[in-house]
Each structure stands twice: as structure tokens, then as C-alpha cells.
């Protein structure tokens, strides 16, 4: 309990401290000239306000991962806690906020192009297939889980609110999302959303505080694995929980959120607050995933974390949570909220998707008949995913996720030597994304399944190989 709390401490400690270092690199300005006003197109580019695009740069960016990839990950033990807490303040909202504000700078441009910018044009044509792969791929994760639990929370009649009916009612709604100006649907459910997964958050951490049951310390073993399968800590632990403490696909969705800011100087709370917030949301599920889990019957001498790894998948911990701490009535708000967030990742997913494939195609957005052109190859493509393993989607995603944040703030510690800014906000983080993406695609089973010393020297070999072109980079930058 001791760690949790101070966890949470910390995490509020790094937006006001750390968050403030990160802004007066930066020096935002209430003069700059602003996309939303420059590139008003009352579709993608508008004016909205602070709290309204503070909801959905949130909810865009949550999704399950906070909640599923936390749930997983504490199965690893309390070196979870010190991931949420380290990752999230000095590098997920860190990649957050200067991908946001690069957008800005840059006249409301995609991640895409904000790394092709910086480390050229070969980078640029990867990032374009790479971003729109992740996005795919995220709205086809997004349809299926919370599809999912809605399945599971529904009475069997048949068809009818089958899983397959719920897929179909969420694809619709994904489709109308992506093609509707951002005012008009997305701008108007998102506070609802907000409110259930500000009460999901706040009841769930309630009952930590209220519900008997056993939390690991940091004082627990923290560098040794407690995994039941005996998963490596480092990498596996940054991949399971990406959304939680550094996520690639949120450099999708700050571009969304930087055509409609008023300010330069609301980004440190809009881009670095909503991924502090999100790491609030990840660490409250991970303590209660291993405190309902302690309390659970299992065969003799078994820990939390096995008794956890039992029930399976974490939809069913989620529900089981739901309903045995917060009651009927609250059981239901805390779901609907679970459900909420991947839904509002996905369908900005295609949104993001959209608009990046206009930015390199030049195509223009401003007829729903051009945005629905360009949206039906990603539907197509969407639909075609729905008869894929879960798992497999879930594994492939997570490794495309970190490798993509890996390049943001690669890109982002050039574009701040360019400027003349202090790049080590960026530069440090992306040396150490670069060996967790490295080692883990070379020790993974979906990737090279090499044994676990050598894909570590391979991630750090790529890691100063790296560092090595940057040093020379900023030696002789144009």
C-alpha cells in the first residue's frame, strides 16, 4: 500500500516538476500562431475548448492499454509500479507533449511527416506505412475488446448482442466517427465517455484503500521477476504495459489534438496532464489487480500473481473487480468506462489514419465523399483482421507501438538540437526505447526467439550505434 500511494505522489510530482523543466525547454508561447486558427476547416482543424480537448486527448489515448497491459504487467511484480511512475513522467508524457508541440510549430502536420522532417525522407516513407499499419492494427484491437466485454456483460439471445452484433455496432460507430467533423460526434460522447472513466478510476481506487487483500512493496524483490511463467522483467515488462508509461500511438493522436488547441501553453496540461492521468488510471489497476487477485481461493502456496494469471483473460478481472468492490450500480459505471476507452482509442484510430494518408497524398478533406474514399482500404483492411488471434493482433500491435515511439523521439531530440533546445529530454528516452525495441523483437516468440544475453547486446549495440550518429549529428547539424 506504502508504494502505491507514493507512487501516486510521484506521478503528480513529475507533472508540476519534471513537466515544468520539459516546458521551459520548449518556451511556449500565447503569440504563436495556432493551426486551428490558421487552417480552419471546421472538420479537423477548429478551435475547441481546453477542458473538451483535454477529454479527448485523454480518451484518445487510453484505450485498454492502462488497463489491460497494467493488469498483465503487475503480474511481474512491484518493478511494474516503478515502470508506470519512471516511464510516464520522463518519457511517455515527455513523447507526448513535444510531438504535440512540434505539430504546432509545424502548422498541424502527422507523426509522419513530423519524422520525415527531421530524419529525412527515407524515414519519412517508413513512417508513413509504419504509422498506418499501428492504426489498422489499433482499430481492429479497439473493435474486438471491448466488443468483447460487452458480449460477456449481455444476456445470450441468440444474435442479438452477440459478440458479432457488438462488433458490428462499434465498427458503425468508428466509421461515423472517422468520416463526422470532430465536433460533431466525437466532440459530444467523449465528455460522457470522461465521466465514466473518471468514476471507473476513483471507485477502483477506493476500494484499494478500503478492500482487504495483499500488495506487493517496492521492498519485494523489484529486479526479480515474479512473472508465473518466469518472463524476463526487461523487456517484456515495456511491452506489456506501453499505454501506461510510453506509447507510440499516442504520437498519433496529439497531432488530432494540436489542430484544435488555442494556446501553445496549454499543452503541458493537454499533452503531458493526459498522459500523467493515464499512468494514474494504469497504476490503479495494476494495484488492484494483484489485491482482489490475493484474495482469491487457489490451491495451497500460491502467490497473487499466480492466482492472477489464473483467471485468465483480463476482461473477466476487470468485471470481477467491477462487481465485487464497487456494487450493481457502480460495477456498471466502472465497466462502461472500461468499455469507453478502447472504443475512444479506436475510432480517433481511423481518424488518425485519415488524415495522415491526406497529408501525403494531398488529398483534400473537406467532402465526406473524399473522406470516404480514403477511409474504405482501412475498413476493408479492418474487417479482414477481425479473424485473426486476438493475442497474435495484441503482440504485433505492442511491438509496432514502442518501435514507433522509439522514432518520435528520435526525430524530437533533432529537431530540439536544430533549435538549439537541450535535446537530453529526448535523447535519453530514445536510447533507452531503442534497446527495449531491439532486444525485445529479437528475444520475442513473434520475432526472432534468439535467447534473452543475445538480443540484450543486440539492444544495446543499436543503442550506441545510435547515440554514436547522433553525437555526430550534433557535431556537424546543418
Excluded at 5 to 32: F, N, Q, T
Excluded at 178 to 206: E, H, N, Q, S
Excluded at 227 to 238: A, E, V
Excluded at 335 to 358: C, E, K, M, N, Q
Aim: glycine letters at 10%; aromatic letters at 12%; one cysteine or more.
Amino acid at each position: 500500500m506504502i508504494t502505491f500511494s507514493v507512487s501516486l505522489v510521484c506521478l503528480l510530482l513529475g507533472y508540476l516538476l519534471y513537466g515544468a523543466v520539459v516546458e521551459r525547454v520548449i518556451k511556449p508561447s500565447d503569440a504563436a500562431k495556432m493551426p486551428c486558427y490558421e487552417k480552419q476547416d471546421d472538420v479537423d482543424f477548429m478551435p475547441l475548448p481546453a477542458w473538451r480537448v483535454f477529454l479527448i486527448q485523454f480518451l484518445n489515448i487510453a484505450g485498454t492499454g492502462p488497463i489491460f497491459g497494467a493488469i498483465m504487467g503487475i503480474l511481474f511484480g512491484p518493478a511494474a509500479y516503478l515502470w508506470i511512475v519512471l516511464g510516464c513522467i520522463f518519457a511517455g508524457a515527455v513523447h507526448d507533449y513535444l510531438c504535440g508541440m512540434i505539430c504546432i510549430r509545424q502548422g498541424g502536420i502527422s507523426l509522419p511527416e513530423i519524422i520525415g522532417n527531421e530524419l529525412g525522407d527515407g524515414m519519412r516513407l517508413v513512417m508513413r506505412i509504419g504509422a498506418l499499419v499501428l492504426l489498422v492494427l489499433v482499430g481492429a484491437v479497439f473493435v474486438t475488446t471491448p466488443a468483447s466485454l460487452l458480449d460477456n456483460m449481455t444476456p445470450d439471445k441468440g444474435w442479438l448482442f452477440s459478440n458479432g452484433f457488438w462488433l458490428a455496432i462499434i465498427f458503425l460507430y468508428f466509421i461515423l466517427a472517422t468520416l463526422l467533423p470532430i465536433d460533431k460526434l466525437i466532440g459530444r460522447v467523449y465528455p460522457v465517455f470522461g465521466l465514466a472513466l473518471l468514476v471507473m478510476a476513483i471507485g477502483i481506487c477506493w476500494g484499494i484503500y478500503t478492500q482487504d487483500g495483499w500488495m506487493p512493496e517496492i521492498t519485494d524483490a523489484p529486479f526479480v521477476s515474479h512473472h508465473p511463467k518466469d518472463l524476463p522483467i526487461f523487456p517484456m515488462l515495456c511491452i506489456t504495459i506501453a499505454c501506461g508509461a510510453i506509447s507510440g500511438f499516442h504520437g498519433t493522436q496529439s497531432p488530432l489534438m494540436a489542430r484544435c488547441l488555442t494556446s501553445e501553453r496549454l499543452g503541458r496540461p493537454i499533452f503531458y496532464g493526459a498522459m500523467i492521468t493515464e499512468g494514474i488510471v494504469a497504476l490503479i489497476w495494476a494495484a488492484a489487480a494483484v489485491k482482489f487477485a490475493s484474495t482469491l481461493p487457489g490451491p495451497e502456496g500460491a502467490t497473487a500473481y499466480e492466482k492472477l494469471a489464473a483467471l485468465g483473460n483480463p476482461a473477466i478481472v476487470v468485471k470481477e473487480i467491477s462487481v465485487g468492490w464497487m456494487g450493481t450500480v457502480g460495477a456498471v459505471l466502472a465497466i462502461l468506462g472500461v468499455v469507453a476507452a478502447p472504443i475512444t482509442s479506436g475510432d480517433t484510430a481511423f481518424r488518425s489514419a485519415r488524415l495522415i494518408a491526406a497529408d501525403f497524398l494531398g488529398y483534400d478533406q473537406k467532402s465526406i465523399k473524399h473522406r470516404l474514399l480514403l477511409c474504405l482500404p482501412f475498413f476493408a483492411i479492418t474487417t479482414g483482421l477481425f479473424f485473426i488471434d486476438f493475442g497474435v493482433l495484441w503482440r504485433y500491435f505492442a511491438w509496432t507501438n514502442q518501435t514507433l515511439a522509439c522514432f518520435m523521439l528520435w526525430a524530437a531530440a533533432v529537431w530540439l538540437t536544430r533549435r538549439g533546445y537541450n535535446c537530453l529530454i529526448a535523447f535519453l528516452p530514445a536510447l533507452f526505447m531503442t534497446v527495449v525495441s531491439m532486444s525485445y523483437i529479437l528475444t520475442s516468440p513473434e520475432g526472432f526467439h534468439l535467447p534473452l544475453h543475445v538480443g540484450l547486446w543486440g539492444g544495446f549495440a543499436l543503442m550506441a550505434l545510435q547515440g554514436f550518429h547522433f553525437w555526430k549529428y550534433i557535431h556537424h547539424k546543418p
